[in-house]
């Protein structure tokens, strides 16, 4: 798809009005203008769904229809297990036996005075690849299989704002949409009843800059679920019922203000304003549909005691997270394309073996049994599911337990969605301190993720500001070595 695709403008200025303010004493009304004007515009509405319907499955509540893929999809949908605050990847799947011998001798940063810290953990090689995996995470190295380790990450800053804002939309510096956005953009929802990106507990002082759709239509941002505090249970969405009303009451009364709307709409189809109207009307008859389907996929005693157990539901220092990932499986399986969980508090200046102890308890089980539930129901395969934080962490520090920031060398890892299992691909350094073999920008894992979902990270773009945007902007490359 390219931003000259009809049936999704990309300039929302460009919009055809709804007829001349004027007409001529002889002027006969079109069969289309009555449509438009007769009854506040409801039989034009109605012509509308009825054509969309006979031109294919394209889901009502999406302006415009899914993009054709650009080329043969390996996965149709993303869950992205997103780790804020900077996983250290000497601690958890990246060993580095040389850090660990020299660990206590003067760091990289001499004049900083640093000294070197090697893991307090042990590493051990894990399923039939050999995948290497800390100890800290006895449930997913059950999965190594599944997972594609990628070692030599980068980005550009090694700042938490700009670096995870980098992290979601590929800029550092603008506001941009998120990659959530722009993979709703590129497919369209599977669910008219449904928010095709859902971010679960996002954190609050980062959130809304990383699920926002920035110049995107409004319909392709993400929909916030949960209170977004560190380790909480909260996965409810607030307002999805009316108490109030019956169902025909809302129906009327939104059927009151769409007319409203669509009148203002009508004067201002040409100017700027008329985009965010459109989308003031899909979001609204998008959240009277949620009502029929979000309470019961919200509602997780539904699941078996078995699945609850497989994601560690209930369980001490575990529950939270584990409800974010049982949600994101459910979600998946309804038709997002695009669910995000989060799980904070990786920052380890300080504490670092304690610290990461309480995170890796709270990310091991769930994580692992999302994927062993993915796979289970057939749904690992065309599912993408992408684990990592903004940057890594340094081999050396000036505290005895903790390390600094590190965007020059870090760990992600995938599994399903077309990637390549039980595999790693590039490496650090010695010390981990940056990527030597294989480099992969930020931009090179958008460009990478992109591809699996059929889309061409070249050619999906947005016209805006008088130039074609691109989530990876004018730089990455797909990395195909990943790719099975």
Not at 149 to 178: C, E, K, W, Y
Request: hydrophobic fraction near 35%; glycine fraction near 12%.
């Amino acid at each position: 798809m390219t931003s000259k695709d009809p049936l999704r403008p990309s300039d929302p200025t460009c919009r055809v009005a709804s007829g001349p303010a004027l007409q001529p004493a002889d002027w006969t009304p079109s069969r289309r203008h009555l449509l438009r004007s007769a009854a506040a515009g409801f039989g034009w509405l109605a012509f509308r769904g009825l054509a969309a319907a006979a031109s294919g499955p394209a889901p009502s509540g999406n302006p415009g229809r899914p993009a054709s893929h650009h080329h043969r999809a390996t996965a149709r949908r993303v869950i992205f297990l997103c780790m804020q605050g900077g996983p250290s990847h000497q601690d958890t799947f990246d060993p580095k036996p040389r850090l660990r011998r020299d660990h206590g001798k003067p760091g990289p940063g001499r004049g900083r005075g640093t000294q070197l810290i090697g893991s307090p953990f042990t590493f051990r090689q894990h399923g039939q690849s050999g995948l290497w995996m800390s100890e800290l995470f006895p449930h997913l190295s059950g999965q190594a299989d599944r997972l594609c380790m990628i070692h030599s990450m980068r980005t550009d800053i090694p700042n938490h704002p700009q670096a995870f804002t980098q992290l979601h939309t590929g800029s550092a510096r603008f506001v941009r949409p998120s990659l959530g956005s722009w993979v709703l953009y590129g497919l369209g929802s599977a669910n008219e009843n449904l928010p095709g990106f859902i971010s679960i507990s996002p954190p609050a002082q980062l959130g809304a800059a990383n699920y926002g759709s920035a110049f995107l239509p409004a319909l392709y941002q993400g929909t916030r679920i949960g209170s977004g505090r560190e380790g909480s249970s909260d996965t409810g969405m607030s307002h999805v019922r009316q108490a109030q009303f019956t169902t025909g009451q809302q129906r009327r009364q939104l059927d009151l203000v769409q007319a409203m709307n669509r009148e203002r709409l009508g004067a201002a189809a040409a100017e700027p304003e008329g985009g965010a109207i459109e989308a003031a009307i899909e979001a609204g008859e998008l959240a009277f549909r949620m009502q029929s389907e979000v309470p019961d996929l919200l509602d997780l005693s539904r699941e078996s005691d078995a699945t609850r157990a497989l994601y560690g539901i209930g369980e001490a220092g575990i529950d939270g997270f584990a409800r974010q990932c049982l949600l994101a499986r459910r979600f998946a399986e309804a038709g997002a394309r695009f669910i995000e969980v989060n799980l904070g508090g990786w920052d380890q200046h300080r504490n670092l073996e304690s610290a990461l102890r309480k995170n890796a308890l709270a990310l091991d089980r769930p994580a692992a049994g999302l994927i062993a539930d993915l796979a289970a129901r057939g749904l690992l395969d065309d599912t993408l599911v992408l684990w990592g934080g903004e940057f890594g962490r340094t081999p050396d520090s000036r505290q005895q337990d903790g390390r600094d920031h590190n965007h020059r060398g870090f760990t992600v890892w995938m599994a399903g969605g077309g990637v390549r299992g039980g595999m790693t691909h590039g490496r650090t350094d010695e010390y981990g301190a940056q990527a030597i073999e294989d480099p992969v920008h930020i931009h090179d894992l958008h460009a990478t993720l992109l591809h699996t979902l059929g889309l061409d990270h070249e050619r999906l773009t947005y016209r805006y500001g008088g130039r074609d945007h691109r989530l990876t902007d004018v730089h990455g490359s797909v990395v195909r070595a990943v790719l099975g």
